[in-house]
């Protein structure tokens, strides 16, 4: 069985892979950990954007890279569900590929958790880089969810990487195929009684793109977030 697993999401982030993904490939073997990478850069049909070709050039002559390009049937959960579904490591991590997250945090989550009993480690964003814009949104999701859900006492749902013995993965039930994945994991996290932590990480500024997190994916966020509360 593979030791860890590395979903990395894509979408549209064009060339600013390629140093992203040397980094990480550096990394692993300098953490001398059995791994897989899994490229996830799944697009519409009509879309001009070159990332699917990039990342089927980087896993071309590398075994232990994989990567997933079919045509979206939803946003970023089904991007996220379709890497870690695909997954076959004993500890699955999941990060965006923007290089806003460090990437030193895949180490520093995989080296917690194997040595806890942990089901899984994740980090919050301690210090952003990415404006006052996206500081208000995050604290204000951040403070909705607690109120909403109150026993899990997460500082940042949304951050990454998120990693998760494959044991704890397999018991959740994950259907969330937009923005929504990342608070859908924290909350089978807490009907599960799943065994937590977060560290902190200094969050960088995107220089390679725009986000995409823009007023209808809050709206998304907050409706989401109201009907799992009813519903549950």
């Known amino acids: 069985m593979i030791e860890l697993s ?3 999401l894509c979408y549209h982030s064009g060339k600013s892979i390629l140093p992203f993904f040397n980094q990480l490939e550096e990394l692993l073997v300098e953490m001398a950990v059995d791994y897989e990478i899994i490229l996830v ?3 519409f049909a009509d879309s001009k954007d070159e990332t699917k ?3 089927k050039k980087l896993s071309a002559s590398r075994t232990k890279v994989k990567t997933i390009t079919k045509i979206k ?3 970023m959960g089904w991007d996220m569900l379709q890497g870690m579904n695909a997954s076959k490591g004993k500890y699955i991590c999941v990060i965006d590929g923007d290089g806003q997250f460090p990437i ?3 180490q520093q989550t995989y080296e917690y958790i194997k040595t806890s ?3 899984m480690v994740k980090t919050y964003r301690e210090t952003r880089h990415d404006g006052l814009y996206r500081y208000i949104i995050s604290n204000g999701y951040n403070i909705v969810f607690n109120i909403l859900f109150p026993r899990l006492n997460s500082k940042d ?3 990454k990487p998120k990693i998760l013995t494959s044991e704890a993965y397999n018991k959740m039930e994950l259907k969330s195929t937009d923005w929504f994945i990342d608070a859908e994991i924290m909350l089978q996290a807490r009907k599960l009684n799943l065994r937590f932590e977060e560290l902190p990480i200094v969050f960088k500024a995107n220089i390679s793109r725009k986000s995409f997190v823009k007023v209808s994916a809050i709206i998304e966020f907050i409706i989401n ?3 799992y509360r009813i519903k549950h």
Do not use: P, R, W, Y
Request: zero cysteines.
């Open 104 to 106: 030193e945090s895949i």
């Open 6 to 8: 590395i979903v990395v």
């Open 225 to 227: 977030l109201i009907k």
């Open 41 to 43: 850069a799944n697009d």
């Open 157 to 159: 749902v949304n951050s």
């Open 117 to 119: 009993t942990l089901d």
């Open 73 to 75: 049937e939803g946003m």
């Open 53 to 55: 070709e990039i990342v």
